[in-house]
């Protein structure tokens, strides 16, 4: 807890060290829109379907970007600092940052913690009752931050309401049937091997909304040391259960994954590695992966394929 | 011996940043000779020493090892760093110091064996150490370090020897063991150069003298060069600190008799 | 709880981490040793936090080549170059800029690990991705250590090791006496180089076992332990390597058996438990050690003084007197020196154990066959020491037992010989004491 007070007055301190030095600089900007930063990608697909044209949507994180252990540079200060809105998940995804953004929302700025709006009957806890913050996991869940997201908007534009309303419905229509189609695809792998192996805890809300048990190598942030002991157990649950496939994450490294199926193999059981899952960061942008609803299908698709269901 | 100097330096300069440390050195020694190399504090006596062993490089000049390069007579010449500069709490026993004066024989990539061991041997009993050849050289006082040093020069078997500063701190017994080593090792024809302090010694000890500070002052037989006027010369103002200090240390009646009249 | 550590050796992972953290630590253990007797640990540190903009460049650079980011050998040999490069660069600006040694160091220790962990940043936020793999060479990632990287620990270990045999009394020189080496025509720069150069390697192999901030511990920890307990330099290499190794295995063990706990300080916890049982227990430098000593020491001293007290009491009465009749009352040795009665009471006893006193039964004691020429011979070392000293004060040897160091060991035979022809004033051996022995004449 100290640490993290520390950590939101250094961040405090260099915002205004960075607004006092840039402050009268910049030169006129032509687009006037309200600016809006959001942290991760999934989120801020979100807020960029429903604000529309009505405001200038940009990511802070990009492709691959581990928001866990995300460490802000000058330029992403100077953006912060500049954006008129900010979006963010919460429940410490965003780690370092979590601390800056709540100091500047008790400054009366217009910064909303998405993940945080969601009753808590929703969330999952781990052992040491930390809260699961990787919430786009459940597209369910998604489709009610949807919600809280217009509603946010509008409180802060309310000439837009309209806009937002309208891009809302449009948008959750589009999740409601990303969310069946999900379920399609999962319900193709056989009920005895829906076992996920990952690189770290990500998929707690996936598991629970479709039906697969879930395990992580690190836990929750990727910040988190893996135990020998841990690896050790996932070894011995492979085998036991015979599981084909483990996974690895496009913005983890992949050294535990591989030290995993090195571990299975030394006991005659050839596991492979799956192939590459979006869990924190979505993919290239202008690609199928790099949109939320993408990143998800291909997710679904990969796990499908490397367990023994069928892509769809 | 060959009637050519043992140690020639022409016109040697030292310099550390800009600022020089010796100055136009030129000096020839003896062949046969025991000579004393003196001068006050930071007079660069031992940088005298290694700039003529190459371990510090020359601003200009030439040295001369019995009119050869350092490098062609390497294994004629021995050397007896002060014995400051290294860690006595070194984990190596009195042999293994005497050995390492083998090392250059031994060579690359092979072992010190027991003929080694055995010669190292010899030269501590040549200095009396025989007895602490297994002593820790931490447990040893500062005499019996400084005759270990010796022992391991001995094994060199060099026809020339530099020895930085042998008489530093050592016991009287020591001092007059090391001094009666030296004037064997003349009377065999080597030649030895010490760095030196106590200047009521000098007379007894040496029979060819180098003053220097920063530039040779004189340089000679000792009976020549070794007077009033050079030390004054050498030392300046310093010379009657040095005397009443000197003086007040005095432990012989006469220089360089050491023990015959206690 | 046996068999849960057997059944920890079933484990593929844990045999690969056991072996890999056990090699780096007998490896580091080893080379750690010319470190620490050429007082160069603290280059250990700067060299490896140096070689994280090495890593990092590594990663930009691999794709141009055509490799993946991350693949390994490749952040490797960056680690390795950039350490390198770091060492010289201390030794450079040591050179060039006038500036002293620790100076040196902490600057390349800061500038290139701040020059490191911008390019992190930098890594960050390039579209890339994949950057979080980078960190595991800050901190260490014990657990998932693949088999290729054990392999490679082993035979950087054991090339390491090769070099410790082949340069053995070369290194040895050159930590000793560098100065000596080079007028000898060793190539003291290369020498030095090389040792160096195997210390960044094994630096490099270690930094994906416990981290740049931690390896430091790896090179220094083990040394200094093995330090406590052994003067021949063979023993302390062994000694080193086996500490290190040690202190690997049982902190991994812990890491995989106990708590969800980090290896690399697990690693380093356990060598630091080595040092400090080393430090109290040590056989040649232990703090226990140097207790007993002392404490033995006293003993001896005060078992010396009953001797003496027995022998200038009789001296005079011939070379072997009538030993029946040489008896001293308890009380009159108790006011002989400043001991109480307690201590006096349990030497006396000690040493009628020992068979140099008897006790008469009239209360009195005296000095057995045994102990009067003990007594003697005690007494001569001592007088001659005592003259010795009278006569040549500032130049006396330091570090001299007066009464255990025979004087032929320490002075010359001439001065041995000077000093009995000048001292022995009566036939009896001992010559007598230079200053009159207050009580003597009482008894």
Redesign the interface.
């Known amino acids: 807890m100290k640490k993290q007070t520390i950590q939101s007055i250094f961040s405090l301190c260099v915002l205004l060290l960075l607004s006092a030095c840039g402050g009268g600089g910049d030169a006129v900007d032509p687009d006037d829109r309200p600016r809006i930063l959001v942290t991760v990608g999934m989120l801020t697909d979100v807020v960029r379907e429903i604000a529309g044209d009505a405001a200038r949507v940009e990511g802070l994180m990009?492709?691959?970007?581990?928001p866990h252990?995300?460490?802000p540079?000058a330029?992403?200060v100077r953006r912060i600092q500049g954006a008129d809105m900010i979006f963010y998940v919460g429940h410490h995804l965003e780690g370092r940052l979590q601390g800056t953004f709540v100091s500047l929302a008790k400054r009366d700025r217009k910064v909303a913690a998405m993940g945080e709006k969601l009753d808590s009957e929703h969330l999952l806890l781990d052992e040491d009752g930390n809260i699961d913050p990787h919430l786009w996991m459940d597209v369910s869940l998604w489709i009610e931050i949807s919600g809280h997201v217009r509603d946010q908007l509008t409180a802060w534009l309310p000439e837009s309401a309209e806009t937002f309303a309208t891009n809302h419905d449009a948008w959750v229509a589009q999740l409601e049937a990303l969310d069946r189609e999900i379920q399609d695809i999962i319900a193709t792998i056989p009920v005895e091997s829906r076992i996920l192996i990952t690189a770290h805890d990500a998929f707690g809300y996936f598991g629970r909304r479709y039906e697969v048990e879930v395990m992580g190598?690190q836990g929750l942030s990727?910040e988190s040391?893996?135990?020998?002991?841990?690896?050790?157990r996932l070894?011995d649950l492979i085998v036991a259960q015979n599981i084909p496939a483990v996974f690895v994450e496009?913005?983890?490294?992949?050294?535990?994954v591989?030290?995993?199926v090195?571990?299975a193999?030394?006991?005659g059981h050839a596991v492979v590695i799956g192939g590459e899952l979006f869990s924190d960061?979505m993919g290239?942008?202008g690609t199928p992966e790099g949109t939320y609803p993408g990143m998800i299908r291909h997710n679904a698709r990969t796990i499908a394929n490397a367990l023994g269901g069928e892509e769809l | 011996m060959s009637a050519v100097s043992p140690l020639r330096i022409d016109d040697l300069t030292v310099a550390y940043h800009r600022k020089p440390v010796l100055w136009d050195i030129d000096f020839s020694a003896n062949p046969g000779s025991l000579t004393g190399i003196l001068g006050p504090n930071g007079a660069g006596k031992s940088t005298l020493i290694k700039a003529c062993l190459g371990l510090i490089p020359k601003a200009s000049g030439r040295v001369l090892f019995f009119g050869q390069p350092y490098e062609t007579v390497r294994e004629r010449v021995g050397y007896v760093p002060q014995r400051e500069t290294v860690d006595w709490d070194f984990p190596v026993d009195a042999l293994d110091v005497v050995c390492m004066g083998l090392y250059g024989r031994i060579g690359w990539l092979r072992r010190v064996r027991r003929d080694h061991k055995l010669k190292a041997m010899e030269a501590l009993e040549q200095v009396g150490m025989a007895d602490f050849a297994h002593r820790q050289i931490r447990q040893l006082s500062g005499g019996q370090q400084q005759r270990v040093f010796l022992a391991r020069a001995l094994v060199q078997d060099a026809d020339l020897y530099f020895m930085d500063e042998p008489f530093a701190g050592v016991d009287a017994a020591t001092e007059h063991a090391i001094i009666e080593m030296l004037r064997s090792l003349r009377s065999q024809g080597r030649n030895i150069l010490v760095v030196h302090h106590d200047l009521q010694t000098v007379p007894a000890y040496f029979d060819q003298v180098m003053l220097i500070n920063t530039r040779v002052v004189a340089a000679g037989p000792t009976a020549e060069v070794f007077n009033n006027e050079n030390l004054r010369k050498t030392y300046g103002g310093r010379l009657t600190l040095l005397d009443q200090a000197t003086h007040a240390l005095a432990r012989r009646d006469q220089p360089g008799e050491p023990l015959e009249h206690i | 709880m046996l068999a849960e550590f057997i059944d920890?050796f079933d484990?593929?992972?844990?045999r690969?981490?056991l072996t890999g953290v056990t090699l780096l630590g007998v490896c580091s253990g080893v080379i750690g040793v010319f470190l620490l007797l050429r007082r160069r640990s603290l280059m250990a540190d700067a060299t490896s936090h140096a070689t994280l903009p090495g890593i990092a460049l590594a990663f930009l650079v691999q794709p141009a080549f055509g490799f993946a980011p991350?693949f390994l050998p490749g952040l490797l040999l960056g680690a390795l170059i950039a350490g390198l490069l770091g060492m010289w660069t201390i030794q450079a600006i040591q050179k060039v800029g006038r500036i002293r040694e620790d100076a040196a160091m902490g600057i390349v220790l800061s500038v290139f690990y701040g020059f490191g962990i911008c390019l992190?940043?930098?890594i960050?936020?390039?579209?890339?991705?994949?950057?979080?793999?980078l960190?595991?060479f800050i901190?260490g990632?014990?657990?998932?250590?693949?088999?290729s990287d054990a392999q490679l620990i082993s035979v950087s270990a054991l090339l390491v090791i090769l070099m410790v045999f082949v340069f053995y009394k070369e290194w040895i020189l050159l930590c000793f006496d560098d100065d000596f080496a080079g007028s000898q025509g060793w190539p003291v720069t290369f020498l030095d180089g090389l040792l160096m150069g195997a210390v960044v390697v094994v630096t490099v192999i270690g930094l994906q076992a416990v981290g740049l901030i931690l390896m430091i511990a790896l090179l220094v920890v083990p040394p200094a332990a093995a330090r406590f307990w052994t003067d021949r330099m063979s023993r302390l290499l062994l000694l080193s390597g086996l500490f290190g190794g040690g202190g690997a295995f049982v902190g991994?063990m812990i890491?995989?058996?106990?708590?969800?706990?980090?290896?690399g300080a697990v690693i380093v916890l356990s060598q630091g438990v080595f040092f400090v049982i080393s430090m109290f227990f040590g056989r040649r430098r232990g703090l226990l050690g140097k207790v007993v000593r002392h404490q033995a020491l006293g003993w001896t001293v005060r078992k010396q003084h009953v001797l003496r007290t027995f022998y200038e009491a009789f001296e005079d009465k011939g070379v072997t007197p009538n030993l029946e009749r040489a008896r001293l009352s308890f009380e009159t040795l108790l006011k002989a020196r400043s001991w109480t009665r307690f201590r006096l009471g349990i030497m006396l006893w000690h040493m009628k154990w020992s068979g140099w006193v008897y006790r008469h039964p009239d209360g009195t004691w005296g000095l057995t066959r045994d102990g009067w020429p003990r007594a003697a011979r005690l007494v001569r070392n001592h007088r001659l020491w005592e003259l010795f000293l009278i006569h040549y004060a500032e130049i006396a040897p330091a570090q001299v037992d007066r009464g255990a160091d025979r004087i032929e060991h320490v002075l010359d035979p001439a001065v041995v010989d000077e000093l009995e022809r000048l001292l022995k004033e009566t036939d009896r051996g001992v010559p007598m004491s230079p200053h009159p022995i207050p009580w003597g004449e009482g008894i």
């Open positions: 990009g492709e691959g970007v581990d252990s995300f460490h540079a330029s992403d190598i990727t040391e893996a135990g020998l002991r841990h690896l050790n070894v496009s913005s983890v490294a992949d050294r535990n591989r030290a995993l090195e571990g193999a030394s006991r960061a290239a942008p | 920890l484990s593929h992972n844990t690969v981490v991350r992190l940043g930098i960050q936020t390039l579209e890339q991705g994949g950057a979080s793999g960190k595991g901190f990632k014990t657990a998932s250590m693949l088999a991994a890491s995989a058996s106990e708590a969800d706990l980090p290896a």
